[in-house]
């Protein structure tokens, strides 16, 4: 029996200046969250779960953040990851900021790498032959794929135009954190190079292989964020 890729509607983020609580004209719970104290992800995922599980027949929540840089784009990150199964009602987010433009501008690193975790997430979901399909792919984002049978690797190439980083990956779950990465790095349209090797020998950094999906989350998130890694 043959997996498809999972082609799930993604969480809406939405950023509204307006006073009033209401979202295509429906009036909308309010949320106003505690952000947590420390700011690792998991807390941030912690505190989504908690909002989706209090508001389980919400299709739209409003959001009143205390802060409204890193800690609310976090937040709004850690909504769309726990909404990747579609196991709730939710599908839209208002987060209320006084000034949009500025809101959408510091959100867009963090809709990228929301885009690329589903999509790391999908390809865990199918064979290793429809996987190598859908990578390959990714060349509308401008990124250059090459399998490579001799070697049996895959390689994956953003064409930056600052000094190359070369990561590694010996396996599939480390090959979908670095699959994770290049595809958020060609959505932002990162000005480094990277050449990214999945399979065969190692070259420059070798991405650790994580433990399950939760920690292939984190890594690409930790290494999207920081740039954690070496040449």
């Keep these: 029996m043959q997996n498809h890729m999972m082609r799930l509607r993604m ?4 950023f509204d200046e307006n006073a009033c609580c209401e979202f295509l004209g429906q009036k909308c719970e309010e949320i106003f969250p505690v952000f947590p104290e420390i700011s690792d992800f998991s807390s941030y995922r ?8 209090d508001n389980p027949n919400q299709r739209a929540l409003v ?23 579609e196991q709730t009602n939710l599908e839209d987010v208002v987060f209320k900021v006084r000034d949009c433009r500025m809101a959408i501008e510091a959100y867009r690193p963090f809709m990228a790498l929301a885009n690329s975790l589903r999509y790391a997430r999908d390809l865990l979901r199918l ?32 064409a930056g135009t600052e000094p190359v980083r070369n990561l590694s990956a010996r396996e599939i ?3 979908l954190v670095l699959v994770g990465l290049m595809k958020n790095w060609a959505i932002c349209k ?3 190079a990277v050449h990214g090797i999945i399979g ?12 399950d999906e ?7 998130i930790e290494l999207a964020r920081n740039n954690n890694y070496g040449n």
């Design 46 to 53: 912690k505190l989504a779960k908690q909002i989706i599980d």
């Design 63 to 85: 959001i009143h953040p205390a802060d409204e840089g890193e800690q609310m784009n976090l937040l709004a990150l850690a909504l769309s990851v726990e909404t990747y199964a």
């Design 200 to 211: 065969g020998e190692a070259s420059g950094y070798e991405i650790p292989v994580p433990a």
């Design 173 to 175: 779950n480390s090959g």
């Design 190 to 192: 990162e000005k480094f």
């Design 127 to 158: 064979d290793a032959d429809e996987r190598i399909a859908d990578i390959k792919r990714l060349g509308y984002l401008g990124l250059k794929i090459k399998e490579d049978y001799i070697n049996n690797r895959l390689e994956l190439d953003w």
């Design 214 to 220: 939760d920690e292939m989350i984190e890594k690409i």
């Design 11 to 14: 969480l809406e983020i939405v």
